[in-house]
């Protein structure tokens, strides 16, 4: 897939450090996933809730970047590729002593029961 995206915007910055469902809930989170169109950060696929691919159905916003440190891939909900794309908007990831899961203080300590 071309660098060059129609759902990616790369002025938008992310819209926090965290899942911003589950910081308004009180849960927590495996992985990050950053939505390329608006900024959205939700949480993984393992995740307990799922955010960023209810958002991607709910807003029509099929492409996710990680949001993890390290990771600067991409992924089409609607294709199911992975990709490469350009650099976003600062920050890139979730801050390196943000722990994963997260965030701290709300992980259970069974957490490894609830992954999807």
Not at 16 to 32: D, M
Not at 78 to 101: N, V
């Amino acid at each position: 897939m071309p660098e060059e995206h129609p759902a990616i915007d790369p002025t938008v910055p992310p819209s926090g450090t965290g899942c911003v469902e589950c910081l308004t809930a009180g849960g927590w989170w495996v992985h990050l996933r950053r939505c390329a169109t608006c900024g959205h950060v939700g949480c993984c696929d393992t995740s307990p809730a799922q955010h960023a691919t209810a958002h991607a159905r709910t807003e029509g916003h099929a492409v996710v970047q990680s949001f993890e440190p390290g990771e600067s891939w991409f992924y089409d909900y609607d294709s199911g590729e992975l990709f490469e794309g350009p650099a976003l908007a600062a920050p890139e990831s979730r801050p390196e002593d943000q722990p994963s899961p997260g965030p701290e203080g709300a992980v259970p300590p069974d957490w490894r029961s609830h992954l999807h």
